[in-house]
């Protein structure tokens, strides 16, 4: 199976930037397409933005422009690069993986946290 390790988050200002990756363990990576959810406290957990397995790419409306996903496969790791963050942005950032696109979402990370300050 896949075991995914998301590493980046942290504290930052307003109007600044974090970059997070996604590390995953199986040799078949560029099979995988990958998406990156996110939950606030007290939220219910959200779609944040998906990449398939060529490269293609989806947003939420809300972090459309600002949010970048990419993806190494020689690296085995995905990545989602994070401008102009705002405040709402604030929550657990998790990365998962499934086979196909009409597929669930079968694998997740732990979690990285990720705190914007006003």
Same mark, same amino acid.
């Given at each position: 199976? *896949?075991?995914?390790?998301? !590493?980046?988050g #942290?504290l930052v200002?307003? %109007?600044?930037s974090l970059?997070?990756?996604?590390a ?21 957990r959200?779609? /944040?933005?998906?990449?398939n397995?060529? #490269?293609? &790419?989806?947003?939420? $409306?809300? /972090? ?7 993806? $190494?496969n020689?690296k085995?790791? /995905?990545?989602l690069?994070?401008? !102009?963050?705002k405040?709402? $942005?604030?929550a /657990?950032?998790?990365c ?12 997740? %990370?732990? #979690?990285?946290? *990720? &705190?914007v300050?006003?």
């Open positions: 199976q *896949v075991q995914l390790v998301e !590493s980046g #942290g200002q307003a %109007g600044g970059r997070l990756s996604c995953a363990s199986t040799r078949t990576f560029s099979r995988y397409a990958m998406g990156w959810f996110r939950q606030a406290p007290g939220k219910e959200e779609f /944040v933005a998906a990449i397995w060529i #490269g293609n &790419t989806n947003y939420a $409306d809300s /972090v459309k422009g600002r949010f970048t996903a990419s993806r $190494d020689a085995n790791t /995905v990545y690069q994070m401008n !102009s963050l405040p709402e $942005d604030t /657990v950032y998790y998962a993986a499934k086979l196909a696109p009409s597929g669930h979402y079968a694998y997740w %990370g732990q #979690g990285t946290q *990720v &705190t300050s006003s």
